[in-house]
């Protein structure tokens, strides 16, 4: 399970305090540096890490004093609500443009699970939204991405829109759209061309695409596994091409959580989705206080 290493630390540190009826400043300093050496081992970025203690340490020091919860569990309650806040507060919801369809850019490093997220979030868009999504298959490099998406779509009797790998992704994408307020679909889901690394041409081949097809969302599929790497290419792809919020892939492996807890922070982009396995209805909306729940025990 994602987060093990990390839940087990911090409900063992909390659990210290939580009973406590007096918690002197000194308490909240150990337990502190015990917290922050937990988000350090869980690959937390360092800055992140920073600004996270400095911020609770001033509300658990100087908080008032509710009747109804021990001062232990006071401590508590501020820890949740800053790993709440730090992953976004609020759940982040997939755009929905205003004008059918909704133009949406999936974007991420091959192996990132790009082309699945397309095939999860068609399926959870028509279960949970009743919509009517056209998939399109703009991966023109990776080998096998073009067919992946395609057996999806079979999988799922969800059509997928394909010119093969012969036709530049601009070029897909215009018929794609074209094609998609023909047959009035709401949704355009645009699986874009990944490699391995981040590089210029990637790049400004997804620039291209995004001034086509002037997405409604940007959404970078980014695997949760690789923890700060997974932070540095959602910061560069941000900076490079603007994201307008991140599915964070295989959550449903043991993470150790990192990537979960900074990309927010370091990018300000919100994480809408949560990938939780291989199949095709294992996306999730991501939900920042049930996952600090979930943390936190
Ligand atoms: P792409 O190159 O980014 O399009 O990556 P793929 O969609 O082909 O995914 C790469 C691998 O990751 C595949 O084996 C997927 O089944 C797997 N994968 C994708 N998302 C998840 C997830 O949320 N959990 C797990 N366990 N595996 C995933």
New binding site residues.
């Given amino acids: 399970m994602a987060f093990e290493g990390l839940a087990e630390r911090l409900q063992g540190t909390l659990n210290k305090i939580r009973g406590k009826g007096k918690v002197s400043e000194a308490d909240v300093k150990v337990m502190m540096r015990e917290v922050r050496l937990a988000l350090l081992e869980a690959d937390v970025n360092f800055k992140v890490v920073k600004d996270f203690i400095a911020r609770v340490k001033e509300r658990a020091v100087g908080q008032e004093v509710l009747e109804s919860l021990t001062p232990g569990q006071q401590v508590v309650k501020v820890v949740n609500e800053e790993l709440t806040a730090l992953m976004g507060g609020e759940q982040s919801k997939i755009a929905t443009a205003q004008k059918p369809p909704t133009v949406v850019m999936m974007v ?11 095939g ?1 979030l068609a399926n959870h868009l028509r279960k949970k939204h009743n919509r009517n999504p056209l998939m399109v298959a703009a ?1 023109i490099y ?1 080998p ?2 073009i067919k ?1 998406l395609e057996t999806l779509g079979k999988q799922l009797n969800m059509p997928v829109f394909s010119m093969g790998d012969q036709v530049s992704p601009v070029e897909i994408a215009r018929n794609a759209i074209a094609k998609a307020k023909e047959d009035h679909h709401d949704y355009v889901l645009i ?1 874009t061309a ?1 490699r391995l690394h981040i590089d210029e041409e990637l790049m400004s081949e997804l620039d291209d695409v995004k001034e086509l097809a002037k997405p409604d969302e940007i959404l970078l ?1 980014i ?1 949760a596994m690789t923890g700060q790497d997974a932070v540095n290419v959602a910061e560069s792809f941000n900076e490079r091409l603007g994201i307008t919020g991140a599915v964070l ?5 043991d993470t150790r959580g990192g990537a979960a807890l900074s990309v927010r922070a370091v990018t300000g982009t919100p994480i809408k989705f ?5 199949k095709t209805d ?2 999730e909306p991501f939900h920042p206080e049930r996952m600090a729940s979930r943390i936190l025990g």
């Fill in positions: 991420g490093l091959q192996g990132a699970g790009k082309t699945t997220t397309t999860k991966d990776r096998a991405a992946q699986d990944g599929v695997d892939t295989k959550l449903d492996g949560a990938g939780m396995g291989e294992a996306l």
